[in-house]
């Protein structure tokens, strides 16, 4: 590759083809059956813009580019973000995280056939402790009730 400028061989002729336009350097380019561009060419994977849609304070507030290679690695930060705020928000309201998942979603290109992780979800379950709620109440006198008379000091 010269310049950005990938200079291909055609394996029938041993002859250079014309040059290609590299949009996505340090990739193959091969082009895979059945696809349009190799991977270094893919006008998709150069233009693929990913955003938050969620209304927490985390990043990709507004739509960025990620490249195929890196987007495992940048999605599962990014959904960390909102496991993180997670446990913030439990903490702050006297909560306690019961769970907490993170899925990722692959796709692969259309046009060059790469695959890349396209986006990812997270689930939480936060339990806050509402004392001001009577079922709650009953709660805890029922638990202190079946408690009662368990610790038994016979040495007296």
Do not use: W
Not at 15 to 34: A, C, D, L, W
Not at 87 to 98: F, H, M, P, R
Not at 142 to 150: I, L
Request: charged share 20%; with cysteine; aromatic share 6%.
């Amino acid at each position: 590759m010269i310049g950005g400028v990938g200079f291909g061989m055609n394996p029938y002729t041993n002859q250079i083809q014309r040059p290609t336009v590299v949009k996505n350097p340090g990739e193959s380019m091969e082009v895979s059956p059945g696809r349009k561009s190799s991977p270094a060419e893919c006008e998709t994977c150069k233009n693929r813009k990913y955003k938050d849609g969620s209304d927490e304070m985390v990043s990709f507030k507004s739509a960025a580019h990620i490249s195929p290679s890196a987007s495992a690695s940048r999605v599962m930060a990014h959904e960390m973000e909102h496991v993180s705020n997670a446990y913030s928000k439990a903490q702050e309201g006297n909560g306690k995280v019961l769970q907490a998942s993170v899925t990722l979603h692959t796709a692969i290109c259309p046009e060059c056939g790469r695959a890349y992780v396209s986006g990812g979800e997270t689930r939480t379950a936060i339990q806050y402790k509402n004392e001001s709620n009577p079922y709650q109440k009953n709660l805890k006198s029922m638990q202190a009730d079946a408690f009662r008379g368990a610790n038994v000091d016979l040495a007296v």
